[in-house]
């Protein structure tokens, strides 16, 4: 590990007041030592590096122009905000990014005044932006509102709702368009700045405004007709032609790196806009830094790495990964059945669906940051009777929820929902946690729900969702490795809606779904050490729940604890509902369900969070004692 880099210029600014006192020739120091000091800090923490890396001179150029906190600066997603971050009171603290009581690794209101709105799924910054911008008409409060959305975030349809409705309310909203990876249209050097800062500066912004008033007088349909003409003329030089038909001025490109291109367009924009205006700024992800120049993808999110070499830091595994084990055991079933196909939405290498990509890249198909489309678009696959894996991250398949309902669920077509990142994942936070799909997916008619205890369940639930054509079918794991079981050869076709018995007592019934199952065993261990004999059970449906299974548990148990990776609302309240049908709460039967607590755990290692939320061994065995009454006995924990 290299030693801190020396930053003198950096070290005399604490907020963007400071950063507006410099000269614009000292801007390019200071964004090299910005970069170096992000460099390091990730280094030593892990997180997002190659997005932040490509805007450190955007982030620079923004705070000296505007005032900020009083203007306000969304950052699309949060991956770009960790130079903001250093610039805006956090630097003493960047060296604890995502770590538990650390910074979280995006923007986040309760964190300071110049994060003015949390952000970390993409592609709510317009909408956001607008919101801000009508409340400070509403409030006669003079103020800019500066967007800043990455290209990726632009495969969303939210993103394109928000440009149509802010240009149709021609509010006072400043969109940076920070273009990192396909250039809509690449900059072309010194022409492409003049012409930048012509459509910027006041002549021709004034005129603009003159021409809108005096066609204005000729009728709107002479207006429309004619403001349309010249438009199209300007975006035909400068590429805009879309976002001015959505109502905005469009800018650009220009280069995202060069503060001699960057300062006058944006000081420009600040004195002369009057409504919404679009930047189209393009930049290099990983910019400054060799190694993520080089493999942009790979450094987008980094573990601990040596800042010389570029190499990551990786711990051996004692098992594979959920998602090598969801995706090998998919890829096996595609070379048996060609009617499989698989649905991602940007996220090919998170959900494992590019080892599919690879074998199969006509049946493989990522659709961007659109959920919402994603969904649908399997449904479509589906009704022409293809089986359609739509692989997404529990806390991005909430985007598309109702086309699950009204799309998948209402017209029962048969669907597969592999759920990746169930219960929680650590460094990520609140925003990634997988909590609530069990309860949302469970509460539809007719869907399957399941979720695996281990990566050989894992592999049943892949074939079991391959060979199930009778409605829309789920299943959900974690981040992470699995527990090292042995993997069979191919997985088995599971009975829809029967769990199996994994260890047989007589008092105490614990009863999981997911993951939970391997410290339930531990926690039994326990148990029976202290005289209450315990039975384990693995539910594997959430719906439907095996029934006989829950009669059996209730009829011959003193107590049944439930035990789940998610929020209040799931597979607990499912059984519960089941019981009290059933009248099996009418004689004396105590039942206690774990779930994730009913707040926003802010980041930590997982271990540690699942121990603070009592859904650990120790958490599972007080539960116990506690519903019986009794303290917990010395030694009773392990």
Not at 105 to 118: I, V
Not at 400 to 426: E, S
Not at 479 to 490: I, K, Q, Y
């Amino acid at each position: 590990m290299t030693s801190t880099p020396k930053t003198p210029l950096l070290d005399q600014v604490h907020l963007p007041a400071d950063l507006r006192n410099l000269e614009d020739r000292d801007l390019p120091q200071l964004a090299r030592e910005v970069r170096d000091e992000m460099i390091d800090a990730v280094s030593r923490t892990g997180g997002h590096l190659g997005a932040g890396l490509g805007v450190v001179e955007l982030t620079i150029a923004i705070h000296n122009v505007f005032n900020t906190p009083h203007d306000r600066l969304i950052f699309d997603v949060g991956h770009q905000c960790y130079p903001h971050k250093i610039l805006t009171g956090r630097r003493d603290r960047i060296r604890t990014l995502r770590q538990e009581n650390g910074l979280s690794g995006f923007t986040k209101r309760a964190e300071s005044e110049y994060d003015p709105f949390g952000a970390a799924h993409s592609s709510t910054s317009i909408s956001a932006g607008l919101g801000m911008a009508v409340a400070a008409d509403l409030s006669k409060t003079p103020r800019n509102v500066i967007a800043v959305i990455g290209d990726g975030a632009m495969s969303a349809g939210m993103a394109y709702e928000a440009l149509n409705n802010a240009g149709a309310l021609d509010a006072r909203l400043i969109v940076i368009l920070n273009d990192n990876d396909m250039s809509i249209a690449p900059p072309t050097g010194a022409m492409s700045a003049y012409l930048a800062r012509l459509a910027s500066g006041r002549s021709y912004m004034g005129f603009r405004e003159f021409g809108k008033k005096l066609t204005a007088y000729l009728g709107k349909n002479v207006d429309r007709a004619i403001t349309r003409a010249v438009e199209h003329a300007r975006g035909y030089v400068t590429g805009g032609t879309m976002f001015e038909e959505m109502g905005f001025y469009h800018i650009g490109p220009i280069d995202g790196h060069s503060f001699e291109h960057l300062l006058p367009v944006l000081r420009n924009v600040r004195d002369n806009a009057k409504g919404p205006v679009l930047i189209h700024v393009v930049t290099q992800k990983g910019k400054g830094y060799p190694p993520a120049e080089a493999a942009a993808d790979k450094y987008h999110g980094v573990n601990k790495f040596d800042v010389m070499t570029g190499a990551q830091a990786k711990a051996k595994p004692n098992a594979p990964s959920y998602t090598a084990v969801f995706a090998d055991a998919l890829v096996q079933e595609a070379k048996l059945d060609e009617k499989i196909v698989g649905i991602t939405a940007a996220m090919p290498n998170g959900t494992g669906l590019d080892k599919l990509q690879d074998l199969f890249p006509e049946r493989t198909f990522d659709v961007g940051i659109a959920e919402q489309h994603a969904v649908t678009f399997a449904a479509g696959l589906a009704s022409e009777g293809y089986k359609p894996f739509c692989a997404l991250y529990s806390t991005f398949l909430q985007r598309g929820y109702d086309q699950v309902v009204h799309d998948v669920a209402i017209q029962g077509l048969p669907v597969r929902f592999p759920i990746d990142r169930a219960g929680f994942v650590g460094a990520d936070g609140p925003t990634h946690a997988g909590s609530f799909d069990t309860g949302f997916l469970a509460s539809l008619p007719g869907f399957v729900v399941m979720a695996a205890a281990d990566e050989a369940e894992l592999k049943h639930m892949v074939r079991t969702a391959a060979a199930y054509d009778d409605g829309p079918i789920s299943f959900r794991y974690p981040r992470g490795e699995g527990v090292g079981v042995e993997l069979p050869e191919r997985g088995e076709i599971l009975e829809i809606g029967k769990g199996r018995v994994m260890k047989q007592g007589a008092k105490v019934a614990l009863l999981s779904f997911g993951t939970r199952l391997a410290d339930c065993l531990l926690a039994a261990e326990d148990l029976d050490a202290a005289g209450l004999s315990t039975t384990v059970a693995d539910a594997r449906f959430a719906k439907p729940l095996d029934h006989d299974l829950i009669r059996q548990l209730a009829r011959h148990h003193e107590i049944v604890v439930t035990i789940e990776e998610g929020a209040v609302g799931g597979f607990g309240s499912q059984v519960m509902h089941f019981l009290a049908q059933e009248g099996l709460l009418d004689h004396g039967l105590r039942i206690r369900s774990l779930v994730l607590p009913d707040l926003w755990m802010d980041q930590a290692k997982p271990e540690v969070m699942y121990a603070k939320a009592g859904l650990d061994r120790a958490g599972i065995v007080k539960t116990v004692f506690n519903a019986l009454g009794r303290g917990l006995q010395v030694g009773a924990a392990g």
